[in-house]
C-alpha cells in the first residue's frame, strides 16, 4: 500500500472537512447557535450524527477486533448501538424536544431544585466525553500503526485538526462533516464486502473457523452486558444526544433521526464481523488488526485509501460532537449556569476554547491507556450512568422522588461505579452493577424525605408532562 496515496485522500478529505466547517460559521454566530446549530438540522444530520457517533470507532474497528476473538457474537456492540438508537427515539427524544432542553441539567434543576445534581451531571459528563473521544482515537491508533507511524505523534495531530474546525462551526460543522464521512464510509464498506464475495471471503470464513463462532449467542452473559447494558441505558443522559435532538427542525425529525438511525448500524455490525473474519482468516497473524492488514494488502489501493482516510475523518467528526457536549456542560451548565450567569459571548466563546483544549488533551492520554474502542467506551458510560441515571428515570416515572433520595442516590451510584472500575468489589456485570444499589438507595430515601415545594418545583409539570 503506497502510504503517499493515504496522506493525499487524507488531505483531501481534512480539505473537504475544513471547507465545511467555514460554510457553517453562520450557524455558530452565537455560544447558543454554537451548541445547538442554530435548530435547523434536518433528519439527515440527526441520522448521521447518531450514526456516525459509532460507526468509525465501535462499529468498523470496535466490531472487527472483537470479531477476531468471538466472530459473529463480537456484533453485539453494533447490535447495542442501533438498539439504543431505537430506546432513545422511544423514551427520551419528544421529551427532550418539547421541553427545549440544551442539557439534562436544565431538567435536574427544575425537577429536583438542587445544584448538587446538577453540579454532578455538569461534573462528571466531561470524563464521559473525555472517554469517548479517546475510543475514538483509540481506533485511530490501531490505523496509526498499521503504517508505522509513531501513535503518539498521530494522535496528536489528528486531535489537533479535529479542535481547529471545531471551533468553525460548533454543531452544525460537526453533523455536516459527519454526513459526508459516514456516507463514504458505508460506501466503502459496501465496496470491501464485494471484494470480499468475489475473492470467496464467505466460504474461506465458513472453512477456517468452527461452527460456535457463527452462533450470535455465543458469548459469556458478562461480555454481553458489557456489549449491550451500558449502551442502552447510557444512551438516556447522553449530552450528545440531548444536542442532536435540540438541534432539529422538528420534533418528528428529532424522533425518526434517532430511530432510524438503529438500520444502518445493526446491518453494517453484522456486516463488519464476517468483514473482521475474513481478515482473521487470511491474516491469522495480525490479531486484532487483522481488518487493517486487510484493507492494506487484499482490497485496491484507493478503495483502501479513502476507507482509512474516511474512518479517520469519522473519527475526528465524533469526537468533535463530544467537544461540543462538553462546552454545554462546562459553559452552559456550570459557567453560565454557577459563576458568571451574565457572561459575554467573547467570554463564552474563550472558555470553550480553554475546555475544547484541555478535554481534547485528556481524550489523547485515554487513547494512548488503552487499548480496545470498546472496553473505554463501556467504562465511560458506566461512570455516567451510575451517577445520572436514577435522578433521571427515577424522577420521569415518580413523583415521589425527592431531592435528597436523586442525591443520595447519585453518590452511591458512583462510590460503587469506581469500587467496581478499579476492582476494590467484583460482582457480577460490574458494567451496569452500580444502577442497582443506586435505585434501592433513591427509593428509600426518597420515602424517608419529603421534597418541599419551591418555586421551580411548581413548574415540574412543565417539564415531565407529555403535552407542550
Known amino acids: 500500500m503506497n502510504l503517499t496515496l493515504v496522506l493525499i485522500c487524507f488531505a483531501v478529505f481534512m480539505a473537504i472537512n475544513v471547507v465545511i466547517g467555514l460554510m ?18 434536518s433528519i439527515w444530520f440527526v441520522m448521521a450524527s447518531a450514526v456516525g457517533a459509532s460507526i468509525g470507532s465501535g462499529v468498523v474497528i470496535g466490531t472487527t477486533q472483537y470479531a477476531v476473538k468471538l466472530g459473529v457474537a463480537g456484533a453485539w456492540y453494533a447490535i447495542a448501538c442501533g438498539l439504543a438508537g431505537i430506546v432513545y427515539a422511544l423514551v427520551m427524544s419528544n421529551f427532550v ?41 483509540v481506533a485511530a491508533k490501531a490505523i496509526f500503526k498499521a503504517f508505522g507511524i509513531d501513535p ?15 471551533m468553525f462551526a460548533g454543531l452544525w460543522g460537526s453533523y455536516a462533516t459527519a454526513l459526508f464521512q459516514v456516507v463514504v464510509i458505508i460506501v466503502g464498506v459496501l465496496f470491501v464486502g464485494g471484494s470480499m464475495w468475489s475473492q470467496g471471503g464467505f466460504t474461506l ?12 449467542f455465543n458469548i459469556t452473559p458478562e461480555l454481553w452486558m458489557m456489549f449491550v447494558g451500558p449502551m442502552l441505558l447510557s444512551v438516556l443522559v447522553d449530552q450528545s444526544s440531548v444536542q442532536r435532538v435540540s438541534s432539529a427542525k422538528s420534533e418528528k425529525i428529532a424522533f425518526w433521526g434517532h430511530f432510524l438511525s438503529s438500520v ?14 475474513w481478515g482473521a482468516a487470511l491474516f491469522p497473524e ?13 482490497v485496491s489501493p484507493i478503495i483502501c485509501a479513502v476507507m482509512l482516510c474516511a474512518i479517520l475523518a469519522a473519527i475526528m467528526s465524533t469526537a468533535s460532537g463530544a467537544l461540543v457536549a462538553t462546552d454545554a456542560l462546562v459553559v452552559h451548565d456550570l459557567y453560565c449556569g454557577f459563576i458568571n450567569k451574565n457572561a459575554s459571548e467573547k467570554q463564552k466563546k474563550t472558555l470553550n476554547t480553554i475546555v ?23 467504562n465511560g458510560y458506566t461512570i455516567m450512568l451510575s451517577g445520572t441515571l436514577v435522578p433521571l428515570i427515577g424522577g420521569l416515572v415518580w413523583k415521589r422522588g425527592t431531592t435528597k433520595g436523586a442525591a443520595a442516590s447519585a453518590f452511591v451510584g458512583m462510590v460503587f461505579a469506581f469500587l467496581c472500575l478499579f476492582k476494590v468489589i467484583s460482582v457480577p456485570f460490574a458494567s451496569i452493577f452500580p444502577v442497582l444499589p443506586a435505585i434501592v438507595t433513591y427509593i428509600v430515601v426518597s420515602l424517608v424525605t419529603k421534597h418541599a415545594p419551591t418555586e421551580n418545583t411548581a413548574r415540574v409539570a412543565e417539564v415531565i408532562g407529555t403535552e407542550k
Request: aromatic share 12%.
Open 24 to 41: 457553517g460559521r453562520s450557524h455558530a454566530k452565537t455560544t447558543k447557535d454554537f451548541l445547538t446549530a442554530s435548530g435547523q438540522s
Open 97 to 137: 424536544y418539547r421541553n427545549k432542553l440544551v442539557s439534562l441539567s436544565d431538567y435536574f434543576k427544575r425537577r429536583y431544585d438542587s445544584n448538587f445534581i446538577v453540579l454532578l451531571y455538569s461534573g462528571i459528563g466531561p470524563f464521559a466525553c473525555a472517554a469517548a473521544m479517546g475510543a475514538q482515537l
Open 152 to 166: 503518539v505523534v498521530g494522535l496528536i495531530i489528528t486531535a489537533a485538526i479535529m479542535l481547529i474546525y471545531t
Open 205 to 216: 470464513v465458513r472453512e477456517t473457523f468452527p461452527a460456535e463462532r457463527f452462533d450470535l
Open 264 to 277: 444502518p448500524l445493526i446491518l453494517f455490525g453484522l456486516l463488519m464481523v464476517y468483514i473482521g473474519m
Open 286 to 298: 495480525a490479531g486484532t488488526s487483522a481488518f487493517i492488514t486487510l484493507l492494506l494488502n487484499n
Open 356 to 378: 475544547n483544549i484541555v478535554v481534547s488533551a485528556a481524550a489523547v492520554i485515554c487513547a494512548i491507556a488503552f487499548d480496545s474502542v470498546i472496553d473505554l467506551l463501556s
